[in-house]
């Protein structure tokens, strides 16, 4: 990462880190002790926060303030780790390791995993639908943020594209296949990201925002194929997950459906597509065009 990377980074971790324990103090009701310790538990035990990143990150460009943005980005990292937690159930993934530590049905149970994962689900929408006295952002704009995020963790996207993930164990895809299932399971909430992060500054219409849309398509498709690659040849220490997962459980990716070096040229293609849908936005997108590239050359 260059240095101006770096330190905008620490920015946004050290920020999100505080906002997400902040929406984590969760009234004290009786008998959910276990269940918000597993919140807890799987929200701030570590991770990339890509997604909140790429809210501030757009948000910023745009011209937003942090504070009008801590919103959005909780709520989709929320939605985020609803997800691995779910992902990694016995009845999905069965993982016993996420970022490190034992998942949350290892820490916990399956039925308090679950329920952590539906009330993270929750929680998201409830954050980014904000408190009645907040005229920070427009009521118009937080209800286009809420359709956008549901429509990212939907049946067309997120939870379809692992739906299409669990009916392909055993199959073999073609590319375009392979692309789609990436492009729903994992493109779209990252797309997403990048979409409410501009809706929270104000901008939800035009060619401005038609260019963030086709960059976090772009993203979103080159992160999940870079950790295609990851599974194959990463370091799982580094990873804090096993690697090789994917190729045990017959699940096609992009290297077993076109192999490794096909599938490092397919992402820094999508990298260049990104950056170069970003030119309506000027330099203010160089945080955006500095993400890109990293997202193709992490080793986490």
């Known amino acids: 990462m260059s240095a101006p990377l770096d330190s905008r980074l620490a920015v946004y971790h050290g920020r999100i ?132 995020l549901s429509r990212s963790a939907g049946t067309a996207g997120m939870a379809g594209g692992q739906a299409i993930d669990l009916a392909s164990v055993g199959a073999r895809l073609s590319a375009q296949a392979v692309e789609n299932m990436h492009r729903r399971k994992t493109g779209a909430l990252i797309q997403g990201s990048v979409l409410i992060g501009a809706t929270a500054a104000g901008l939800s219409a035009g060619a401005q925002f038609e260019a963030l849309r086709r960059y976090g398509a772009d993203i979103g498709l080159a992160f999940q194929i870079q950790d295609d690659i990851l599974d194959v040849e990463g370091d799982a220490t580094l990873l804090g997950k096993a690697t090789g997962a994917d190729a045990a459980r017959s699940k096609p990716t992009y290297p077993s459906t076109v192999g490794i070096d096909a599938a490092r040229k397919r992402a820094l293609e999508l990298r260049d597509s990104a950056v170069a849908a970003l030119a309506p936005l000027g330099t203010r997108a160089e945080a955006l065009v500095e993400l890109a590239h990293y997202m193709v050359n992490r080793k986490v």
């Open 17 to 148: 880190e505080r906002v997400l324990a902040r929406y984590l103090e969760l009234p004290e009701i009786p008998g959910t002790e276990r269940l918000r310790e597993a919140m807890r538990y799987s929200v701030l035990g570590g991770g990339k926060r890509l997604r909140p990143v790429l809210v501030y990150a757009t948000g910023e460009c745009l011209g937003a303030s942090l504070d009008q943005l801590d919103a959005a980005a909780a709520a989709v990292e929320f939605v985020h780790v609803y997800s691995l937690v779910h992902d990694d159930l016995p009845a999905m993934d069965d993982d016993d390791l996420r970022r490190g530590r034992p998942t949350c049905h290892r820490a916990f149970d399956e039925a308090t995993a679950m329920l952590a994962g539906d009330a993270l689900q929750a929680l998201a929408f409830d954050v980014l639908a904000g408190p009645d006295d907040d005229v920070a952002i427009p009521a118009a704009a937080r209800l286009a943020m809420l359709r956008l």
